[in-house]
């Protein structure tokens, strides 16, 4: 793990250059690694559902299959999913704090803010080493994340909350916005159905969301693995059959010798190659 946190002032080389469209960009701390790659924050509420943490953790490893970074805020639930997602297949992540860089919050996610940092990611804020999570610190944060992003991806939020907080930003600053819409009467689809009113890019599914991202900031990594036949961006186990030509008996046998080879992996009911 990288243990020696660095201030980058604005302007300077390694700066985010993204964070320059703020009207006051400050200097950032960080642990880590940045790459010149493009950025794709995934955020969304803390009380993610069931469906929602799925989904943030299929959206992280495509972005990361895709050649792209996957930014958030390393929060509960959907941060925290997206995150896990991009680093089983050992994609770039980003984790933009509300604290200082070498106070990871929650503590829970401790796990996580180290596979960060192990996995070639890096760790960010604005705040010096050892300040504390202040509640105000948060709101403030998510201009870094919409900054430091080429695209705004919302999966699942109220009608309040930093994602919202995050998508408002990213719109000011000329960022695409992206919405998972979800049932109209779900507390936790609220706030992605009013954007998606009021002229957010509804995305419907993994694959929909990398070829939107790609019509955003270029095309993804190779579409396809040959030797797999499952596209770089992953697939739904019940596409399996049309993509292999095999009944679904035959594809779910040569889906197993590939999990014991090592050669895919399933983020629930996705299966992405690595």
Known sequence: MVSEPRRVPVG??????????LEEPPPIWLLGALMERPGIAVV????????????????????GLSGWTTVSGLARGVDTAAHRGCLRISGHAVAVLGSGIDVCYPAENSGVY?????????IVSEYAP???????????????????????????????????????????????????PGD???EMSEGCNRLIRDGAHPVLGAEDL?????LVVGP??????????IPAGGAQIGELPSLWSL??????????RLEIEGRVKRVGDFIVPI
């Open 12 to 21: 300077s080389d390694g700066y985010p250059v993204g964070l320059l469209d």
């Open 130 to 180: 050892g300040t504390p999570p202040d509640r105000w610190r948060f709101p403030a944060r998510n201009r870094l994340i919409a900054a430091m992003s080429a695209a705004i991806v919302v999966v699942e939020s109220a009608s309040t909350g930093g994602a919202l907080i995050t998508a408002r930003l990213g719109a000011e600053l000329g960022r695409p916005v992206f919405v998972v």
């Open 247 to 256: 009944s679904i008996t035959e594809s779910l046998a040569k889906l197993g």
């Open 210 to 214: 990398v070829e939107e991202l790609g």
């Open 44 to 63: 969304g509420t803390r009380r993610a559902t069931r469906y929602g943490i799925d989904l943030a953790e299929r959206f992280g490893s495509v972005i």
């Open 114 to 122: 180290a596979d960060i940092l192990d996995g070639g990611g890096a």
């Open 184 to 186: 109209v009467d779900r």
């Open 220 to 229: 993804p990594a190779p579409v396809t693995r040959p030797d797999i036949g």
